[in-house]
């Protein structure tokens, strides 16, 4: 069984990055899409569900984990959302104000929420590095904490 992934920022650097690392590994499946009202057009023709809205995307696929690799205001939306489904998110995003970092420290109670901001300059073997960790620790271990707290 493979583990469904939705990428938020899907049509950024990062997020296609990430996008192409889960459609090449047969441990994940690429479940959902999510970028701006002004860039979810660039996703197009898609083989999976786009959406300009998380919270929309997210009871459509219970149980996918969340990668957010975009900015902290959106960053922080995500983690609103999974805090009201309990879907987990792994946060690749820098710059957050110390006030953000305090609500993603609440939020990672009501989900599980992987934050790991610093990223090395060359994003592919990180990003698989991480989203493998992540994958491991959730198939690995029953949690009902969150996995690590900003």
Same mark, same amino acid.
């Given at each position: ?45 898609? +083989?999976?569900? $786009? /959406?300009?809205?998380? =919270? ?7 149980? %996918?984990? *969340? @990668?957010?690799? !975009? +900015?902290?205001? $959106? /960053?922080?939306?995500? =983690? ?7 879907? %987990?998110? *792994? @946060?690749?995003? !820098? ?56």
């Amino acid at each position: 069984m493979s583990t469904s992934i939705i990428v938020v920022g899907a049509s950024g650097r990062m997020g296609k990055t990430i996008s192409g690392l889960v459609e090449a590994d047969p441990q994940f499946t690429l479940a959902g899409l999510v970028d701006s009202p002004e860039r979810v057009g660039a996703l197009a023709g898609a +083989a999976c569900p $786009v /959406s300009d809205s998380l =919270a929309a995307l997210l009871p459509k696929l219970p149980g %996918a984990v *969340v @990668i957010d690799f !975009t +900015a902290p205001a $959106v /960053s922080l939306q995500s =983690a609103k959302a999974v805090a009201q489904t309990g879907n %987990a998110l *792994v @946060i690749g995003t !820098t710059g957050f104000t110390d006030e953000e970092k305090d609500e993603l420290r609440v939020l990672a109670d009501k989900a599980p929420i992987f934050w790991a901001s610093n990223c090395p300059s060359s994003p592919r073997p990180w990003a698989r590095i991480m989203i493998l960790k992540w994958w491991n620790c959730t198939t690995t271990a029953k949690r009902t904490a969150p996995a690590a707290r900003p």
